[in-house]
Structure formats: C-alpha cells, structure tokens
C-alpha cells in the first residue's frame, strides 16, 4: 500500500544543484540514469509496469533539457521528455506497483516536467527563461528573479455521518467509478477551511470535526493531495451539478456488494482516494 509518511531515500540535493558544473559532473557519472517521459506524463517501464526502465544518458548534457530529480543510494537519477520507445505508463496506472524508491521519481519527473512546458516565459514581462538548479528553477535574465515549480494543494476528505456511513460521489466523466470528495485549496484558505467550503458547495453537507489522514502528491500537473476525515453535521445531500453528478451516503455492506457486482468502481490503487476508502471499509479506528 502507497504511504509517503516516511523519509523519501530521493536527495534532491538542494544545496549543491545550484552549481552547473556540478550537475553536469553528475550527468557524466558512471552510475548516473535518465528516464524518459513524453508530453503526456508517461514514462518508460518493462513489461507490465512495475519497474522504470532507466537508462545511463549517452549524449551529451544539456542544461535546458535534463533535469536532474536528485541522488538515490549514491546514484545520479535525471529525467528528460522525449519521445519514448517500448512500454509506457502514467502514475495513475502504475503507481501503486513501483517500489517507494521509484514511485517517488515517477511523480517527480511528472510533476517537473510539467512544471516546464508552461513556466517558458517570465509571469512578470513576459520573456522567455532559462532553466536552471538542474531543472528546479527557471531564470529570467531580464527581470532577475527566479520561478520555481509549483505545488497546487488539494483536499480529499473522507465525509462520514454518525452512523459510520461514507459520502461518496461521481462525475459524469468517471462512468460508475464514485471516490471520497476533492477540491483545490483557494487562495488565503487554510486547508480546513477548504474542506467546509468545498464539502457545503458539492454536496450541501456541513461538516465539524475534522482529523488529518496523510498526504500524496499527485502529478496531474503537479497537484499534493492532502487527505482528512470529518464528521458530518447535516445528512440531507443537495449536490451541485457543475461539481458531481451524483453522492450518496454508503455503509460498508453496500459498497463492497456494489462493487462486487459491478455497479461501481473504486478510485484506483495509486491514488490517496483507494488508500483512505480502504481505511474505512477496514474499520481502521480513530478516522475521526
């Protein structure tokens, strides 16, 4: 089961990858691999997915191209987008089967990379910049500031009613898959207030007490999921159309024999939202 609450083994080297003759050393390095990722955010693996393919970069460095995610046991690991040969997978379809090691490159090469395709050009005056930190910042020469990559927070939260009962709802463009309820943090919102404002627009359920579960990043672009549980003050659904499609409150019972006959289909397993409806269908004490 994915779980980021421990150390990741990634050093993203912070405090050396402002130099570019270091980065570039490291590229040269007999130890050093790419990986490959195309404009969609997939990325090179073996058969079936469970592995990265990487290989060790054999052209020369290019500071505008490579990026370099960091150091892992000692080995130089960058990642460039190119057009990928064999087999490819997107984090969705894959990341709940790579090692912790992998996964966390996996979202961050995806996660950087898009970064890249739309931070080109200065949000001051608008010139083009120049990557630079191996890839972790862009520069503008004209302005002198740098731009770093973005991280969009999010919530996801488990909504559960004093019968122990989960909120759980789709969008039209899910088919019959139903999850947890998600939105994007809103500038001068904490998270908690997030989850009141979101909770009350999508489904006209006002919620209490709230407790946090964990967190995840998740590259579509480049988002960080921070999942809670609340308790629910209101019961009566009122759901708001632009949002889902439908919700309903689902005890246990009904969601596993609903899901066994195939009615509904649960988030997949590389998601925070499989990690934290698993919580719940376990029983797993102190959610909220």
């Given at each position: 089961?994915?779980n980021?609450?421990?150390?990741?083994?990634l050093?993203?080297?912070d405090?050396?990858r402002?130099?570019?003759e270091?980065?570039?050393n490291?590229?040269?390095?007999?130890e050093?691999r790419?990986l490959?990722i195309?404009n969609?955010?997939?990325?090179?693996?073996n058969?079936?997915?469970?592995?990265?393919?990487?290989?060790?970069?054999?052209v020369?460095?290019?500071?505008?191209?490579?990026?370099?995610?960091?150091m892992?046991?000692g080995?130089?690991v960058?990642?460039?987008?190119?057009?990928?040969?064999?087999?490819?997978?997107?984090?969705r379809e894959?990341?709940f089967?790579?090692s912790d090691s992998?996964r966390?490159?996996a979202?961050?090469?995806?996660?950087?990379?898009?970064?890249h395709?739309?931070?080109?050009f200065?949000?001051?005056c608008g010139?083009e910049t120049?990557?630079?930190n191996?890839?972790f910042?862009r520069?503008?020469?004209i302005?002198g500031?740098?731009?770093?990559?973005r991280t969009?927070?999010a919530?996801?939260?488990?909504v559960l009613?004093d019968r122990?009962?989960?909120?759980?709802?789709g969008?039209?463009?899910?088919g019959?898959?139903i999850?947890v309820?998600?939105?994007?943090?809103?500038?001068?919102?904490?998270?908690e207030?997030?989850?009141h404002?979101?909770?009350?627009?999508?489904a006209?359920i006002?919620v209490?007490?709230t407790?946090y579960?964990?967190s995840?990043?998740?590259?579509f672009?480049?988002s960080?999921?921070?999942?809670f549980?609340?308790?629910?003050?209101?019961t009566?659904?009122?759901?708001?159309?632009?949002?889902l499609?439908?919700?309903?409150?689902m005890t246990?019972?009904?969601?596993?024999?609903?899901?066994?006959?195939?009615?509904v289909?649960l988030p997949?397993a590389s998601?925070?939202?499989?990690?934290?409806?698993?919580?719940?269908?376990?029983g797993?004490?102190?959610l909220?």
């Amino acid at each position: 089961m994915l779980n980021w609450a421990m150390a990741s083994d990634l050093d993203r080297v912070d405090h050396h990858r402002t130099s570019p003759e270091w980065v570039a050393n490291l590229w040269r390095d007999s130890e050093a691999r790419l990986l490959k990722i195309d404009n969609k955010s997939r990325f090179t693996t073996n058969v079936g997915g469970s592995k990265l393919r990487m290989t060790k970069p054999f052209v020369e460095y290019d500071d505008q191209r490579h990026r370099l995610l960091g150091m892992l046991n000692g080995c130089p690991v960058f990642v460039v987008e190119a057009l990928t040969e064999g087999e490819v997978h997107d984090f969705r379809e894959v990341g709940f089967q790579l090692s912790d090691s992998e996964r966390d490159i996996a979202a961050t090469a995806a996660a950087v990379c898009n970064w890249h395709r739309t931070a080109q050009f200065c949000g001051r005056c608008g010139s083009e910049t120049l990557a630079i930190n191996g890839g972790f910042a862009r520069h503008c020469d004209i302005c002198g500031i740098d731009d770093f990559p973005r991280t969009d927070p999010a919530v996801i939260v488990g909504v559960l009613d004093d019968r122990d009962r989960l909120l759980l709802g789709g969008q039209p463009s899910w088919g019959n898959r139903i999850s947890v309820l998600a939105g994007f943090v809103e500038t001068g919102e904490s998270a908690e207030q997030t989850i009141h404002r979101e909770i009350a627009e999508e489904a006209d359920i006002e919620v209490g007490e709230t407790r946090y579960f964990g967190s995840q990043p998740w590259p579509f672009p480049r988002s960080l999921m921070l999942g809670f549980f609340a308790r629910a003050l209101s019961t009566e659904i009122c759901v708001d159309a632009d949002e889902l499609e439908h919700a309903a409150w689902m005890t246990r019972a009904e969601v596993r024999d609903a899901v066994a006959a195939g009615e509904v289909r649960l988030p997949g397993a590389s998601s925070i939202a499989s990690r934290m409806i698993d919580a719940w269908l376990e029983g797993q004490p102190d959610l909220i």
